[in-house]
C-alpha cells in the first residue's frame, strides 16, 4: 500500500526526530535520549542516561563518562578521521572542536554524505583540539546561539578578564565561583586557569581524574570548611547546591557561559557578574560553518528560535528546524 505522502511525490526526509536524531534508512541514532541499538555520542554532555545496545563515541568521551555513565550493552571507541563500515554504510569521526572528546559523524549512505556535527565550536577546544571539517549534502548541528544578538566577544580578551578578576576576588581573600554547564567546559578552563588554586565540584573533579589524572593533580575536591581562596568551578544545574553560608566573605559566583550575553540569565543565575566565554559558535560562526560544508539541507536542533534567524542569513539554504527548541534553561545540561 502506498502512503499518503508517497502519492503525493514527497519523499521521506533523510532525518527525523524521535526522541534524538535517526538517520533515515540506516540503523544509526545520534544523541538519542531513548534506548536505540546504535546510538552515536558526540559529547559526553550529550548523555542522557538511556541505556543503548552499542554506544558510539570517542575515547575521551566515554573516559569522561566513567564505565557506569555510558548506560550501554557495548561502547565503540572510535578514534578521529578514521572511517569504517558499520552494516552497509561508511561512518568517520572528527573533532567538533566543542571539548574534549566531542566528536561530529559523517556517514556516507548511497552517493549522498549525511554529517551529524552536533554542537560545534570553530574557535576549537583548549583540551579537544581544533574543529575539523568533512563536505555534506545533509548537516544536523546545534542552532543554540544562532540567533543575530549572539555575537560573541574576542574569547582571549574575555579570558583574561575572567583571570583578572578572579585573581582580584581571591586576593581579597574570597572564593570566585564560576558556574559552567558542563565537565568538558570545566575541564578546558581548568586548562586555561592552571596557575591559580583550583577547586572544583566533585562531578568535575571526578571527570578531571578519569580523563586527564596527570594534567589535572592539582585540582583540588571543593572543600566547604576551609574556606579558603580560590577559584571553584561549579555546575550551573546543581547552582542551588551551593551553600553560600560555605563561602568566606568576598566571594563572587560568576555566570562563564554564551548565556551571559543576555542580562536576565546572570540574574536568573544568581551571579553578580557574567562572562561572555562558550565552547559554541555563535550566529556568525554558524552562518561561517553552513556555507563551508557545501550542505543544501540544514536540519537545527537546539534552536531557540526554530532557525528563523539563520534562514535570513542563508537564504539559499534550507533550513529546518528537527527536535524540541531549547530555550536556554539555565536549569538543564
Request: glycine share 10%.
Amino acid at each position: 500500500m502506498v502512503s499518503k505522502a508517497k502519492r503525493k511525490g514527497q519523499q521521506t526526509a533523510p532525518v527525523t526526530w524521535r526522541d534524538g536524531v535517526h538517520l533515515t534508512g540506516t540503523s544509526i541514532w545520534c544523541d538519542a535520549i531513548r534506548a536505540r541499538d546504535i546510538c552515536f555520542l558526540s559529547a559526553a554532555n550529550a548523555m542522557r542516561g538511556a541505556r543503548h545496545a552499542q554506544l558510539i563515541a570517542s575515547q575521551d568521551t566515554l573516559n569522561l563518562l566513567g564505565p557506569g555513565g555510558t548506560q550501554a550493552g557495548s561502547r565503540l571507541a572510535v578514534p578521529f578521521g578514521q572511517p569504517f563500515t558499520l552494516g552497509t554504510h561508511r561512518i568517520e569521526l572528527f573533532s567538533s572542536g566543542h571539548t574534549l572528546g566531542a566528536a561530529s559523524l559523517l556517514v556516507k549512505a548511497g552517493s549522498r554524505n549525511v554529517v551529524y556535527a552536533g554542537t560545534i565550536n570553530p574557535r576549537g577546544s583548549a583540551l579537544g583540539g581544533p574543529l575539523d571539517h568533512r563536505s555534506a549534502d545533509i548537516l544536523v548541528l546545534s542552532g543554540r546561539y544562532g540567533t543575530p544578538n549572539f555575537a560573541f566577544p574576542n574569547q582571549t580578551d574575555v579570558l583574561a578578564r575572567l583571570q583578572e578578576r578572579c585573581r582580584d576576588i581571591c586576593q581579597m581573600g574570597g572564593v570566585a565561583v564560576l558556574l559552567l554547564r558542563d565537565a568538558g567546559k570545566a575541564l578546558d578552563l581548568a586548562s586555561q586557569l592552571g596557575e591559580l588554586n583550583l577547586q572544583a565540584h566533585r562531578g568535575f573533579h571526578d571527570a578531571a581524574r578519569r580523563s586527564r589524572p596527570k594534567r589535572f593533580s592539582n585540582l583540588k575536591r571543593w572543600n566547604a570548611k576551609a574556606k579558603r581562596p580560590c577559584v571553584l568551578l561549579w555546575p550551573i544545574h546543581t547552582r542551588s547546591k551551593l551553600h553560600r553560608a560555605a563561602l568566606p566573605k568576598h566571594s563572587q559566583v560568576l555566570l562563564v557561559s554564551g548565556q551571559a550575553a543576555e542580562a536576565e540569565c546572570i540574574a536568573a543565575a544568581g551571579a553578580s557578574e557574567g562572562f561572555i566565554l562558550s565552547n559554541q559558535a555563535d550566529h556568525g560562526e554558524l552562518v561561517r560553518y553552513i556555507q563551508s560544508s557545501g550542505a543544501g539541507q540544514v536540519y537545527l536542533t537546539q534552536s531557540r528560535d526554530r532557525g528563523k534567524g539563520l534562514q535570513e542569513a542563508l537564504p539559499k539554504h534550507t533550513i529546518e528546524p528537527i527536535g524540541p527548541p531549547e530555550q536556554l534553561s539555565l536549569f538543564g545540561r
